[in-house]
């Protein structure tokens, strides 16, 4: 389960750096959406991708409590 929690951990932090990415090009009328521009030849994989990182998010949100240590310790 490590291994699972660790690739979940990655592809949101790489869905979470694109989607900043995207929201300050946003900002100054550029495309800084890496996921497509690295695979927007190939829709299907990029849609995929897309699928893997929302995939990690519910992952994530299902699994943080048992996991964390901060919330684990019900110190909220």
């Known amino acids: 389960m490590k291994n699972l929690h660790m690739i979940s951990f990655i ?5 979470g750096v694109n989607w900043g990415l995207m929201g300050i090009g946003g900002f100054v009328g550029a495309n800084w959406n890496v996921v497509g521009l690295i695979l927007g030849g190939m829709p299907a994989l990029e849609w995929l991708v897309y699928v893997l990182v929302g995939a990690a998010a519910v992952y994530e949100i299902v699994t943080h409590k048992a996991r964390c240590k901060e919330c684990a310790g019900g110190g909220m």
């Open 11 to 15: 592809i949101l932090l790489v869905g």
